[in-house]
T-cell receptor, first 112, second 112 residues
């Protein structure tokens, strides 16, 4: 039981490049979310999903796309990377609203 | 939009002293969650409170949810060096399906 797996752990992108941050969970959780963490700002919600085929925007969705074609996977796509997207990205999942989120170990992204 | 605030931002205590962090929401919450993040780590779920006025204890940690369901607190009795980390509250309003918004966190340092 691996929990929530995020890849890659570290990534450096050039401004304007695109990439996908991968997130997979093996706990059959319906609810998944993406957060970004910047110093002094806590975790800000980017997008979330309450099941396969269902996604919605969080607090800071601009510049990011998501899709949820399976229960297990919830990839986050950066369309055209900008230095303001330099951050630590966390993926999290939970079975339903009765439970707390289980977080992955994060992806540290630097955009130069 | 929904905002979650926490005070203080930082707290330095001598080992053995008590510690309290306060969480306030701009809107009425359906529930409140608390997470702990160790330096360099990912957030770890501690507890969820659902009922108005609810109080829950986990060993030296006491969690409270306000009567109006707009504020919460975490109190640690007799801090230990293992309590070091950042404590986040996170809340969801009744109108959002699973939009869980985090506060900016309180960073706790414990001086041995």
């Amino acid at each position: 039981n691996a929990g929530v797996t995020q890849t890659p752990k570290f990534q450096v992108l050039k401004t304007g490049q695109s990439m996908t941050l991968q997130c997979a969970q093996d706990m059959n959780h319906e609810y998944m979310s993406w957060y970004r963490q910047d110093p002094g700002m806590g975790l800000r919600l980017i997008h979330y999903s309450v099941g396969a085929g269902i996604t919605d925007q969080g607090e800071v969705p601009n510049g990011y796309n998501v899709s949820r074609s399976t229960t297990e996977d919830f990839p986050l796509r950066l369309l055209s990377a900008a230095p303001s997207q330099t951050s630590v990205y966390f993926c999290a999942s939970r079975e339903d609203r009765r439970y707390g989120y289980t977080f992955g170990s994060g992806t540290r992204l630097t955009v130069v | 939009g929904q905002q979650v605030m926490q005070i203080p931002q930082y707290q330095h205590v001598q080992e053995g002293e008590d510690f309290t962090t306060y969480c306030n929401s701009s809107t009425t919450l359906s529930n409140i969650q608390w997470y702990k993040q160790r330096p360099g780590g990912h957030p770890v779920f501690l507890i969820q409170l659902v009922k108005s006025g609810e109080v829950k204890k986990q060993k030296r940690l006491t969690f409270q949810f306000g009567e109006a369901k707009k504020n919460s607190s975490l109190h640690i009795t007799a801090t230990q060096t293992t309590d070091v980390g950042t404590y986040f509250c996170a809340g969801r309003t009744k109108t959002s399906y699973d939009k869980v918004i985090f506060g900016p966190g309180t960073s706790l340092s414990v001086i041995p």
